[in-house]
């Protein structure tokens, strides 16, 4: 079952939707490897229409959806190689790889492919939580590291933060030494990035970065969160003004909402983005 | 069991509530034929007495319960019927008809009742989803075609929309044509709308124009909704300025949502329609 | 997403799997529509293969699997012509239609297509509800009226009842004036039943003939009932000693069992079925 | 709303059900304060006719639905003078109350008003927890103490025990001592008591005794429980073979069990009760 | 298990923290009683570190937790006193006592202690609901007559309630005659408050203050609360301007929020309050 | 929090609960790392006494808890590594491991450190699953190859497996081939195993041996399994006959089964294990 409205052949399409359900190095509540096959099967309760952009994903866009990845949990090294050759693929093919967490570990497969191929690459993410870790309980391939090893990839300066509202003392103390940007609690400082060419850039959102009210299918909340709203026109501001190579959506954990709604809400999320990703060529 | 504080005898009543437990088209999630007797069962969760309004339901209203219709499943234009019966019954001995869906199909019984009864009736309509289809999958009584059954009643102009933030291409560009009047995502442009003398209005209210976050409770969530506190004042002030002849409140879905605040905002929100009521005679 | 191990093309096929998510009469409490969906994602937590037959269901059985139809909720009868229409494509085609509901009344559609074909058609009933009403509030085309529908097609004497254990005074009487044959509660005559050749035979189970206990995810739950391994035991006997033309599981309502091993036992019961199953020609 | 089939009045009536919606002193998951309306409303997904008994509830009994008792939290003193209070009306009426809990402990209002009007009154009780503790925490009157505070009414002898499989070292100290008579675990004693005479019997169902696969709904679950056919049938020779003069069913708490097939249960063991229960006059 | 960073032995800290798990006058949905365990389980999901006052729990506080109170069901006045000898105990020693309930009668206690120590103290209250009546079913130690025991207690002018959308026409005019100072809705007129020295303060939070969006896991839900972030500002002011003596949170019923993000805020929550804290000497 | 009953002392004990919180290879549906914690706080409603043995934890039996490994995420070697290394600390000790799972990889780590100090080690083995795959997606340190593991450890004909349903066909035939003993279904075979000398045997039981109806909370759950009467009685009798060295329950997933009833009766089967084991010297 495809995503809604992602029924572009893979030659044909601009972007390519792949799922990653990976959970196997989360420390507090497991669940997020539902999360691809729950968007698709869900996503049949929205509309193809985006009122908010006055377009259609079956008519304003091509999609193709990959379906997803088998990976063997326990072995989080291929994992990632596997989720990289996915995103390379379709990297070396002209698209926009989309990738559906699964675990925000699953992000740095995809930064790996999309950092050899865009020498400038830009970060911009997303996120309750800091994820600069040098370790967790001795393991570097974990999902509270994943934005250290992103900077190990990247270096200084070319990792952007918002909505951050928590960390240990040690990852605060890094985002001050300026490794990375981080504008904690809000999205604010985002508007005034500028640059006089669209830099190429990864966008990873961690859906964990809404406030638990509006998403609470997630396995560690964090109270205090941005509003759809506003997370929906910061990200349309992201595509306006970025040249967004790729990007992913992580964190969805379907059963701790009984409700659906988180699940419901990711669907429309991933609805606008795909309609505000530009076109290629 | 009657709802809280709603135990006027019917002769002696200025509204009667009745329940329309119906929920045979609804084509996402079932579950809202549990509706009304969640909102009765449940509302002595919550006081009689509303420091909004500073009135207290049990002395400040005169409110009769009827129970719940026994409707056919299977059979939406027998169901029609009977709300219309039931609606006209009401209205006939000079009352207001406040109905409790079920799907959002049942507010088309009450309309057609209240249509031959009051000329120029005009629908004020607050929803997450236009239903302005003119079937769906063949079917012309769907609850996603109850507007566009409403409009071939009362023609153009006649409905006013508010909150609406889900549609299809065609029902935008039904609304776009000036058929109905449609402030999209809010509704902040009703306080502008006034009149010399007030218009018979019915008021029809799908709980999922809130936000999914505030009302879980419900088949299909879409988010970016309304607050609770808005829709309540937007409310309030339907009922200071307009002669609302007939109201209901639909889709709420209790087994939605586990934490159940879904059926409490329900019933916190009838209680306070039903003070806003104007007295009759 | 297929059924696990139902990969066969259709041509190839010895069986064929539909899905009929419908439950627009249900009169208690709805959900029945997503059975085929859960059935399909939760097969991949079952292996296909089965000890209890030394049969795997990749390599020794061919099931294609077409799918869900697209139903239209509120419109009963049109809903059973697409399902007869199904049906009678899979039979023309020499194939064994296996049809997963949805309520119980999608089986009509089925048993309409196969009383066409196969003029001596028997039908083995398993259900905790005798579904012998004449109507429900007036509505003929209902669950509780299916197998009433069905005798009459088929007349009487030529359906058998087992596991029944709930009903009114009237439908105990109808089964009691011999129009069909009932064993209450149980299914241990079944095994006394025989025939110099094997006639035809539609075989529906209603999933609710479990216990509760072991099948919590449905509608209508009455303690007091089979057992899997009883079941299955009958089920496997039916296979070997009639010709099975046709088949159903009804009345799985995933979102009922959180727990969600009604689901994984429906998958597990569908599975040996399809292993039971003559292979054709 | 009644009881189904529950539609006689008062004076008519041979039973009269009431419900103790008090929950006040359980020491591990409360809830059960909601099991009489649960048993009420959910009653309408069973039928009025018992395959088992041949008989209808609507047609075949006289049974009084008098609504559920307003008891105040956290004075059960208080809570039981009420329960003893409505439980005496009935009797002194001439007819059977029929008391849903609630926890255990409201048993004992009604224990009190039948032994002041049946001198020879013996109690047969059914449960999986002994509830023979001098005291819990200090507190007497609590449900782990209510068939220790019946004994200190009724005497050495008079209680006959059913299914316990929990209790402390004193508590089976207290059976073995003979103060009371207990079959631990099953029931099978039970066909081999019999008196000349049919006695007075106070019967007490804690829906515990039944196995938590079957009945999981409910407070302090105990694996290795009672079937319901066995529970039936056992409770049938009771009727059958004493002179029930007052009964309950306690410990439904309906929230623990999302399928709800306990209420469901629940409601089915009433609908037989009813039915089995002796004709007055 | 304590609390996350509470690792403090009692000589040595400054606050106190112990739990009361208690919820036997709870009148409409129970489970507060299961609060401090899920707090204290559940803290490990979030950092001792926080981001809002760059403070770490681990380094910056000094907390003790002394684990839960056995309360006696059923006994509310054996309750009281437990509660009021442990904070009693934590007061003569100079520390904070931190109260995590159960229900809001718990506060009781705790005040009680508090007022003998503390001459001149205040209370300072949020909550959804008055908690202001005599009493309730005529019992006067009920959740719902809190605050009303406390005003027996300081009298007149001493007690400042916050976000008061729900209570009786009586409760709503006792505030009025000046009893008690009631900003209903929300809080804004706190930061007016002030003092040429900082008064001694009972600060007592029930959390159902906060809006049924954020914080659903609590019995009596009321739509329209406050939002996290207002509410930790307010109380981090509190903290700053006030001599704080002793504190409370109450009102979590964990099990009505299956998503778990009551929990998860009422550990931040804490985490925030204890950081807050002034330090002793 | 300690299991109930578990106070001794390290040194005094005969046998030393631990828990291995940990399911990072669980290929279907995670959430055993809760189940040790759930485990010890449920352990507070049942009993210490067992009516079964007739004896009580607090006083019959000497038990250490000590408490949870930490173990990290996504590094399945480490854990094992952990797991060996508390098991050989507890063995060395001269007393008896008893490992509370998590998935059953765990119970390689607890076997490899009995096999190293046991020469003549066999395994007993309830299940309802082989976990005899040589890899599992190439991974060969999987929940789903555990016993085979064990099997490269001990070699041929020293493994007894019973109540096993579910398995691929290579598993069935690596079984059939003798390298293991399994009864597949059942365990009736159990009571005709006998030595002359009691062998030392490592007991493990992934309790999703059980019907599901019994113990929904696991994450693969298998129609058909074992009775909770029948397991215990299989236990006891392995306890009785055979020199139990190390044991271990896993596989418990307490979120799986809101009624919390599997978590109860897996605190009921830990007590009667422990009171079944043989004393020390």
Redesign the interface.
Known sequence: ?DFIGADCAFDAADAVIFGAPY?????????T?FGP?AVR?ES??????S?YQ?K?LA?DARVHDAGDL???????D?ALEAIEAKAAEILDAGKVPVLLGGEH?VTLGAVRAAAKRFPGLRIIHFDAHADLRED????R??HACVMRRCHDILGDGRIWQFG??????DE?AFMESGHVKTE??SAETLSSLSFPEAPPVYLTVDLDVL????F??TG?????GMR??DL?ARLLDVFARFNVVAFDNVELSPS??????ST??AC??LREELLALRRRG
């Open positions: 079952m959970d196997s190095t989360t420390s507090f509540r497991p669940g490897r096959s099967s049949f309760g929205i509309e193809t229409y009122p006055r259609d008519e088998e990976l063997p949990f326990g072995a989080p291929r570990l967790y309980l001795g393991v391939l974990s951050i509202r928590s960390g240990t003392r605060f904690p609690f406030d638990p009210s509006e609470p299918g560690t909340q964090e109270a205090g759809f709203a929906l701790l909402d009984p409700s659906g709604r419901a809400l429309k999320l």
